[in-house]
């Protein structure tokens, strides 16, 4: 999408409107509510993940210091001398998502990343365990 209307629009000045619109259109989908969080509302969310092992999985619950709108952030789960998991998305629903690994060979041996690839748009991602998380 993002290439056909960059060569749509080739040096022009577009509006969101107009970005938004182009989106819509190529993938069928209703985006109104992403730009009112994104674009329109101009809030860039700080990320945290707090994560505790409980037997051979990591539970843990990633915090946004927006306290409102839904989205999915990704969480990567690397254990050494393993191949790097898929990743899991994470609902974020008004500032809160809780998650769950799938069962780990060495849950304590394994490191958690927070979107490292920067598929979120944030101003900070940070990770942290902690042996007394609540996930109530």
Known sequence: AIRGFIGDHYKEYISAEQFMAAFQAETEVDLSDFFDFWVYGGT????SLE???VDDKIK???TSDVPFGTFDVPVYFTTKGEAPSAPIWVEVVDGRGIFESPS???AAKT????DPNG?????KRKV???RKLSLD
Request: net charge positive; glycine share 4%; hydrophobic share 50%.
């Open 60 to 62: 843990g619950v990633i």
């Open 119 to 123: 598929a979120i748009l944030a101003t």
């Open 128 to 130: 942290k365990r902690n």
């Open 51 to 53: 994560y505790k092992i």
């Open 104 to 106: 780990l060979t060495r």
């Open 111 to 114: 490191k958690v990343e927070l």
């Open 44 to 47: 860039i969310p700080q990320l």
